[in-house]
Nanobody, 115 residues
């Protein structure tokens, strides 16, 4: 069984930073894409940033220049450095990965940006 476990969410003020981590564990033979989605109350889940299978990255236009995705392949871990956070970044952030040709999701971590 494969698990994705997120960490690093919390409550911050506008302009501050957070770093999210997601570690994949279990019987892993291959990892395709790996990245982050988020879902705000009353909105659909949206892509924040990810690594595609060929190693390229995608970012939502709303986070370009503020967020940076990185990974440690040896640890099957992906990170999301979030800088200059805004109240509209408030959401539950979910890790997603294509592992062994199947989709897996983490349980999510709450990020709240508020005065």
């Amino acid at each position: 069984q494969v698990r994705l476990v997120e960490s690093g969410g919390g409550l911050v003020q506008p302009g501050e930073s957070l770093r999210l981590s997601c570690a994949a564990s279990g019987s892993i033979f291959s990892i395709g894409s790996m990245g982050w989605y988020r879902q705000a109350p009353g909105k659909e889940r949206e892509l924040v940033a990810d690594f595609t299978r060929d190693g390229s990255t995608n970012y939502a236009s709303s986070v370009k220049g503020r967020f940076a995705i990185s990974r440690d392949n040896g640890k099957n871990t992906v990170y999301l450095q979030m800088n200059s956070l805004k109240p509209e970044d408030t959401a539950v952030y979910y890790c997603h990965s294509l592992v062994n040709f199947r989709d897996y999701w983490g349980r999510g971590t709450q990020v709240t940006v508020s005065e």
